[in-house]
């Protein structure tokens, strides 16, 4: 229940909360109004007291107030408890002679009499004023939280507490307080475990007895770890049992334990401390009992069998599962029995009969249970065997519900083989097995059991919605747990009690409708004393736990209330349920004392939604035929005069005829109509009040007529559910008279109906709610959560809608009269038909299409409380608003309606064959062409065309044919009329088009608009159902759907697309934008489409049969076919990577063949044309550890090239056919060489040299193959010493001759840079568009990237930005020009996405892929030198091309003033300066090599090592014996001058005394900085860092040495040599001699005559000496 009061303050609080007062019912009584300082929001009654919770949170008490020291016996006038100021009070309540408030916080306070305990109070006998009490939560944290509250409900002697976490919380006194305790009172607030894990919604108190509403458990409830075990007698909370496809499970436990204290004349009396498990000896049989003080004995339990060997344990819950208990399970045991007869404990059936029949003669029975008895093959085995089985399977619901399968098997076989003598005819054995005794009288209670008609059994054709609701909530469905006993058995085993849920519900699952909305799905529980019947379990039994009154499930309770010993039950359909003492009517009907809920005798229409109960007489609240709310009174009569204590004597007389008598049924007091708007009444005592307002602004009066007029609707809707709808579900006729399709769409339409009718339900519960507390707009939900209502009229709309198109009403008519007769007087009431004899179908039209017209209710209701208040305020606004959308939906609701009907009407005169083809549910007509305006342009003379537009599709329907054009992919335009007389539409299709021609203009305007706006609407969406509220609001609007759309459609014709499906763009009838296609094969395309076909980027997968995978393709698209540069990985495991034309592999790529890409066998890096290599390429062939470097022609090595091995053998030559055949070079690792004919690969055949490595050769014609013996027939040649030199050169100047010139490498990468910036051919095309290229391709690209951003990084995106703005190109280089450039060439080879980065990542990729691996072979190192340079002249010429004014190779920059150039100078690192030049020298190695040979550096770097391994070993085995040397020592061997030494005070020393030796063996101080900068040329790449690094060592010389001789100083040759060798010998370089071949071949050629050349050389002399450094 909605607790919170807020106080609305949208007008006059006077006319709020009036208070009105009175007893009984007879004609005279008037009510007297009680005047307070401000509106009452809540009233709690007492037996002679009340309490007024006032607006603004202060609380008053009137009436007898004995607990107040003040009063003396008479009844006071409201006063303020001032204890309670300061506290905003949200709640109030008032037990016989106690109170309770809750405050806002959730605090509860409490006063009155505590004689029970019922204050939470220990120690004092009343409470004064109110008090403070906490609620401990101790499971909560380790320090207890208190528990905050939401509603108190108090009784005689105990006091029940809602916390916000929906638990039960008790104390006071008495089994009603459901705890289970051992000793009363209990003063501390304890919850109620029994209840916990389920959401409680609202509790109630009677004076012994105690009710909950508890919402029943949702599908998410039931993974809460729920209690599974009773805490008080150890039995399982829950029970299941399978049952073929389902699983049911039962939560009806009782526990036995704690029986009912008798009342005596002492009150109540605490029990004996509760036997809970007597261990005894293994021949008596162990009950479960309770004794009180005044108990008779038990019955002689021990000695009653002496045949029995066995524990005998009670199992006493209400479904079998026995208490837990650990004694020794000898039971197990087959031949376990002392008599040995059949196995079994006891002689015969008989004696098992006699010995039940005895325990149940002597033993006062609590509660019957279940016998756990069973007999099979005649032996019978008592509970203990079951309990440790479900004892050891502590599983609750929820994930734990698989838990042992044994333990269900057990007990369902139980319950299938009890000795037929025992069971009950009409229902499961129940068995007297588990008792317990009872103090007091020993009279007629005899065994409880369960009332079988009572129980609800449940149906396949239950509720349409309650059976699958109550299936989430209650139980779950476990499909497929072992079953073990056969389904026959399982069938017969029908148990009440337990209600069983198909696995398909019948109507589609409700929702949990939000949590907003108030549930309609609970349960009532009860427990406490029964003695009237007011626990209404069908007994008159007391119930010491809550207990769930199954009779009540699914009548959606959504109020309960107590009286002093009768309970009431208030239904979401307006409807009361009374059980309990009817000692004075207060029932509402005439049986006596009702154990079971009933329903209270109410004329026809009359729906009530407030109840209260007082002593002896009920309230109800309802609503009349207006929406004024009467009041009816049920019970008893209270005569003026008459002292209040005299019916308080009566009380133990409760058959007597009490005085002034009672009323039979109940009673429509006169007067309510003049208390005004009524929101609540209350009953307690002998008193009753009823709250109301007066109609402010008719404000109130709205609220009242918005909620009775829901109510009202949801009645009906229950009435036509019931009555209607389920009874047509339910006809056996229905599936002979409708299709399955039509079926299918019934029950799509009941469960629509379903839902909206709970949605009602729901909404009405909460209005209600509203009414009884708020009363403000605000929280009206259907201001809110309005969404939900539109929705679920809009579905079931369509539902209807589709029923009626698909004929279905005209079907069910035959059922329908079957059910309701020739004279549907029921129909014609419910469905409000005005007509005067319509047809079946008429009437079920009506009927269904009736919830439709409350939506105008909605509207107008709104619209009256709107007007309420003023037009500037927000809640007029809200209101507003809120009505305009529900006309515009009953509107919309209202058309949808009539093109259901125009379209039935339409398939009725629609010819038969097509109908079944094209009559859909969702299908609507929008306009057809029967009356000949629209033919086709030079149709035949007798063809027929008949176009029909549906909101979904176009049909051209022929003589027997037709075709059906989707409409989403359908552009339809007017053909201009210039001169002709036609007016034509021409109508485009992905694969037709056609022209149609109208007969009139105006003809042709409207098929125009009519196709438009429903292609729109099929666009938009609303089309499926119909045509939109928008679309609605300008019935004459040209909307133009868009030309450009996103659409699915399946091409038919044949062609490359037959029978695919593409999903997208579209534009003009072409897939155009981002889509997909899909082929029925298999094959499918995502990416971009221009004009119909693949275009831009995409990908593509085709699936290869033989291999049983797919080839997958991404990259560029044009024209339908791959072209550009993408990915292709083939389902062979092969990878290319690379350029595409025409769908073929055409320009630069890389194909990677092999299972793994990583290790792949085989790699090809080059040239492709039309498919097959051709041109120059790269073949590395892994597993045979060959690497082809070379040209080739489709697929073979054709043409010269060079093979390098792992082995270091190494050929350049002529290749034919694939195989080295021609003219060529072999040399071994050890430099032996041939030179001469080959014929295939390494085989030798023809002339040729063969040179030894010692110079040694033959000549001669040879054969064979190398490496395996070689047939020679030749001359052999010992060449003179002085010719060694000589003949050495001539053969290492022939290598690289018959390799593939530098230039001729890599064209097609060159070639398609140049392509990339518009030229056809190198240095051939515009510099502009070349610009305008580079700037398109980068802003795509970094659209590509955008889509991903997770593959750019910060500085990558940075890069990106400058380089989209487009650098001065034009224009005379200067030397600051010149320095941009150099930049933004930096920048451009930073990003792949540059023509000139793509370029230069090519380029890196191949020359690594060529000189990597078995590629590192030394003698490649000129080749490898070469391709370098020859890159630098290629991109130079590309450079040159983009900025036209850069001067050629060599060519000179003039240099504007000198302080530039000192400005530029420390932060280059690109060429050296020249200073004796005026201008700069512009080189391609200059401006490029600074990009392009740190990428390369390492595979090169490897074969200048390799290349100058020897020398380098030489030189560095002399380094490091010379390094051993102190500094002295090495200077004066290196003979450099004693003026060049440092002198001694350069290093710095503890003492002065001991300079001499120290320096004499000191090593590394010497020009140390010099030596330092030298040893950084390795961290170098380019020569003119390199250099620059050099010169930098020759400075520091100078420097330190200037600072010796304290003069300027010129060096000559002859004094510097020594110095600088001294530095290099200390740098220590490892491969100095590998850097410096590397800088003489890559230096700049106009550097080497310089200062730069100088310096190098003397470098280069150093190396050369120390290798020929001889130490004596």
């Not at 003979?1535 to 005070?1545: A, D």
Request: proline share 5%; charged share 20%.
């Amino acid at each position: 229940m909605e607790t919170q009061r807020k106080s609305s303050g949208d007008d006059d609080g006077g006319e709020r909360g009036l208070l009105h007062t009175w007893r009984g019912y007879s004609c005279s009584v008037t009510p007297e109004r009680l005047l307070l300082p401000g509106p009452v929001l809540q009233v709690a009654l007492g037996t002679r007291h009340g309490v007024l919770l006032v607006e603004g949170g202060q609380v008053y008490s009137f009436g007898e107030l004995p607990w107040k020291q003040s009063q003396a016996g008479e009844p006071a006038k409201p006063t303020l408890e001032s204890a309670l100021s300061g506290q905003r009070v949200v709640a109030v309540a008032a037990g016989s002679f106690h109170s309770g408030a809750v405050t806002e916080d959730g605090g509860v306070h409490m006063w009155g009499d505590n004689g029970s305990g019922q204050c939470g109070l220990s120690g004092l006998s009343t409470v004064p004023n109110p008090t403070p009490v906490a609620l401990l939560d101790s499971d909560a944290a380790s320090p207890p939280q208190t528990a905050p509250v939401l509603e108190l409900a108090c009784g005689a002697q105990h006091t029940l507490a809602l916390s916000a976490q929906r638990e039960v919380w008790a104390w006071g006194s008495g089994g009603q307080l459901g705890l289970g305790a051992a000793a009363f009172p209990v003063w501390k607030p304890q919850k109620v475990e029994h209840l916990a894990g389920r959401h409680v919604l609202q509790v109630a108190c009677g004076a012994s007895h105690s009710l909950a509403l508890v919402r029943c458990l949702s599908p998410q409830d039931v993974h809460r770890p729920l209690v599974d075990k009773c805490r008080q007698c150890n039995q399982l909370l829950f029970t299941m049992t399978d049952k073929e496809d389902h699983v049911i499970i039962s939560d009806g436990h009782y526990c036995p334990l704690g029986a009912e204290p008798a009342e005596g004349a002492h009150g109540l009396e605490a029990p004996a401390p509760s036997t809970q498990a007597l261990k005894t000896s293994p021949s008596e049989p162990v009950l479960c009992f309770h004794a009180a003080a005044s108990s008779n004995s038990l019955a002689p339990a021990g000695g009653a069998d002496p045949t029995q060997d066995s524990e005998n344990e009670a199992s006493a819950a209400s479904d079998g599962a026995p208490p837990a208990s650990d004694s020794d399970h000898s039971a197990r045991s087959g031949g376990g029995g002392a008599s040995g007869v059949k196995g079994s404990p006891y002689p015969d059936e008989q004696a098992v009969k006699d010995y039940l029949k005895r325990l149940s003669e002597n033993t006062q029975a609590d509660q019957a249970a279940k016998a756990t008895l069973l007999t099979s093959e005649g032996r019978l085995t008592t509970g203990s065997t079951l309990n440790s089985l479900v004892a050891s399977c502590a599983s609750a619901v929820g994930e734990r519900v698989a838990s042992t399968y044994e333990a269900l098997s057990l007990k369902r076989m139980m319950n299938f083989y009890l000795p037929s003598g025992v069971a009950r005819a009409d229902g499961p054995a129940a068995v007297a097995a588990g008792l317990a005794g009872v103090a007091g009288d020993n009279t007629a209670e005899r065994v409880r059991q369960e009332d079988p008609t009572q129980a609800k059994k449940s149906s396949s054709t239950g509720d349409i919605r309650e059976e699958e609701a109550e299936g989430l909530r209650r139980r779950l469905s476990l499909p497929g747990l072992l079953s073990q006993v056969s389904p026959r058995l399982l069938r017969k085993a029908g148990r009440p009690r337990m209600r069983a849920v198909a696995l398909t519900p019948l109507g589609g699952a409700v929702p949990g409708a939000h949590e907003v909305f108030p549930t309609l799905q609970t349960e009532v529980w009860s427990w406490g004393h029964g003695e009237h019947g007011q626990l209404g379990h069908g007994d008159s039994l007391a119930r010491l736990q809550p207990l769930c009154i199954k009779s009540l499930n699914n009548k959606e309770v959504v109020r309960v209330a107590a009286g002093a010993h009768h309970s009431l039950a208030l239904t979401a359909q307006s409807q009361v349920f009374s059980w309990g003492s009817n000692s004075s009517g207060q029932l509402g009907h005439m049986e006596s004392p009702s154990t079971v809920p009933r329903l209270a005798k109410l004329s026809e229409g009359i729906r009530v939604w407030d109840i209260s109960a007082g002593d002896r007489h009920t309230l109800l609240l309802a609503d009349g035929d207006c929406f004024l709310p009467i009041i009816y009174y049920s019970g008893q009569q209270v005569k003026e005069g008459v002292d209040e204590s005299h019916g308080q004597q009566e009380e133990g007389k409760e058959e007597e005829e009490q005085v002034g008598g009672y009323t039979q049924q109940p009673v429509l007091l006169p007067f309510c109509m003049d208390l005004g708007y009524v929101s609540n009444v209350v009953a307690g005592g002998q008193r009753c009040v009823a709250l109301s307002d007066r109609n402010v602004m008719g404000f109130i009066a709205s609220l009242h007529e918005l909620a009775s007029a829901e109510r009202k609707f949801y009645c009906k809707l229950c009435t036509i559910k019931t009555q209607i709808i389920r009874p047509l579900l339910e006809l056996e006729s229905l599936s002979s008279s409708l299709s399955p399709a039509a079926i299918g769409l019934l029950q799509t339409l009941a469960g629509r109906f379903s839902l909206l009718c709970h949605l009602t339900g729901q909404h009405a519960a909460s209005l209600t709610a509203n009414l009884r507390r708020v009363r403000d707009v605000k929280s009206l939900l259907i201001l809110d959560h309005g969404s939900i209502f539109l929705d679920s009229y809009d579905e079931y709309c369509s539902a209807v809608g589709n029923f009626q198109v698909m004929g279905g009403f005209q079907t069910l008519t035959k059922p329908s009269l079957d059910f309701f007769g020739k004279s549907p007087e029921l129909l014609k009431r419910l469905s409000e038909c005005s007509e005067e004899n319509p047809t079946m179908a008429d009437l079920l039209v009506a009927l269904f299409f009736l919830p439709t017209r409350h939506l105008h209710e909605y509207g107008r209701l709104l619209l009256k409380l709107a007007t309420c208040f003023e037009v500037c305020s927000d809640e007029y606004q809200m209101l507003q608003d809120s009505c305009s959308k529900f006309e515009a939906l009953a509107l919309q609701l209202k058309r949808k309606r009539k093109d259901a009907d125009y379209t039935f009407h339409f398939w009725k005169s629609f010819p038969g064959k097509m109908t079944d083809s094209l009559r859909k549910p969702h299908r609507r007509l929008i306009c057809e062409s029967s009356n000949k305006a629209l033919t086709l342009q030079n149709a035949g003379r007798f063809s027929v065309n008949w176009f029909i537009v549906f909101n979904d599709a176009l049909v051209h329907a022929q003589f027997s044919t037709h075709h059906v054009f989707p409409l989403a992919t359908l552009w339809v335009e007017p053909i201009p009329e210039e001169n002709t007389s036609l007016y034509g539409l021409k109508v485009i299709t992905p694969e037709e088009t056609f022209n149609l021609l109208a007969s009139s203009a105006m003809e042709k305007a409207k098929w125009l608009r009519s196709i438009n706006q429903a292609v729109e609407q099929a666009l938009s969406g609303t089309g499926q159902d119909t045509a939109s509220v928008s679309s609605s609001s300008g019935s004459g609007q040209k909307l133009e759907p868009p030309i450009s759309r996103t659409a699915s459609y399946t091409f038919y014709k044949d062609g490359r697309l037959k029978d695919a499906t593409y999903e997208g763009r579209w534009l003009a009838g072409k897939p155009n934008g981002r889509g997909v296609l899909k082929w029925p094969d298999g094959r499918i395309y995502t990416g971009t489409f221009k004009n119909g076909l693949e275009d831009g980027f995409g990908e593509f997968v085709a699936p290869n049969k033989t291999l049983n995978k797919a080839d997958h393709y991404q990259g560029h698209w044009k024209d339908g076919k791959m072209h550009g540069v993408g990915t292709y990985r083939y389902a062979s495991g092969e990878v290319y990577d690379g350029f595409f034309q025409d769908s073929m592999r055409h320009g630069h790529g890389v194909l990677r063949s092999g299972k793994l890409n990583t290790s792949s066998p085989s790699v090809f890096i080059g040239q492709w044309l039309q498919d097959k290599k051709t041109g120059y390429g790269v073949f590395d062939d892994i597993t045979k550890g060959e690497k082809y470097m070379g040209m080739w022609q489709d697929h073979l090595r054709q043409g010269t090239g060079v093979v390098v091995t792992q082995f270091g053998l190494y050929y350049e030559g002529a290749f034919k056919d694939n195989k080295m055949m021609g003219t060529g070079i072999l040399l071994s690792e050890d430099d032996t060489t041939y030179e001469g004919e080959f014929s295939d690969d390494w085989t030798l055949n023809g002339k040729g040299v063969l040179t030894m490595a010692n110079g040694d050769y033959l000549e001669g014609s040879f054969n064979g193959e190398w490496g395996s013996g070689l047939k020679v027939a030749g001359s052999y040649f010992k060449p003179h010493l002085f010719l060694d030199t000589d003949k050495d050169k001539t053969h290492t100047v022939k290598l690289g001759r018959l390799c593939v010139r530098a230039e001729d490498k890599w064209k097609a990468v060159f070639e398609e840079c140049w392509r990339q910036l518009g030229c056809e051919e190198p240095g051939r095309g515009e510099t502009g568009t070349a610009w305008e290229n580079i700037a398109v391709s980068l802003t795509t690209s970094r659209r590509h990237i955008q889509d991903s951003p997770e593959t750019l990084s910060q500085s990558h995106s940075r890069t990106l930005e400058s380089l989209e703005v487009i650098p001065q190109h034009v224009g005379l280089i200067t030397m600051e020009r010149y320095h941009t450039i150099r930049l933004y060439l930096i920048k451009a080879c930073d990003t792949p996405l540059h023509p000139l980065g793509r370029l230069l990542e090519t380029l890196v990729a191949v020359y690594r892929m060529t000189y990597v691996g078995v590629g590192a072979n030394r003698r490649l190192l000129p080749q490898a030198v070469n391709e370098i340079k020859s890159y630098l002249n290629r991109i130079f010429q590309i450079v040159r091309f983009l900025f036209p004014d850069l001067p050629e190779e060599g060519g000179l920059i003039p240099e504007p003033t000198t302080n530039v150039q000192d400005k530029k100078d420390p932060g280059s690192d690109d060429a050296p300066p020249e200073s004796p030049k005026p201008g700069r020298v512009v080189s391609s190695s200059a401006l490029l090599l600074p990009v392009l040979l740190p990428r390369l550096y390492p595979p090169l770097f490897t074969l200048y090592a390799l290349e100058k391994e020897r020398e380098d070993d030489v030189y560095w085995e002399c380094v490091l014996r010379l390094n051993k040397q102190p500094d002295l020592a090495l200077l004066a061997f290196l003979g450099v001058q004693q003026k060049f030494w440092p002198v001694p005070i350069s290093i710095p020393m503890p003492s002065p005394g001991e300079k001499q030796q120290v320096l004499s063996s000191t090593k590394d101080v010497c020009f140390a900085s010099a030596v330092e900068t030298l040893q950084q040329i390795s961290t170098t790449f380019t020569p003119s860092d390199k250099l620059q690094l050099i010169q930098l060592t020759f400075e520091e010389i100078t420097q330190e040495v200037q600072a010796l001789l304290k003069q300027d100083f010129l060096w000559s040759m002859d004094d510097l040599f020594p110095v600088f060798l001294y530095v290099v010998l200390r740098a220590r370089i490892r491969n100095l001699g590998s850097e410096v071949s590397l800088i003489e071949d890559l230096m700049d050629p106009c550097v080497q005559h310089g200062e730069h050349g100088i310096m190098f050389t003397t470098l280069k002399a150093c190396y050369y000496q120390i290798q020929h450094e001889k130490i004596t």
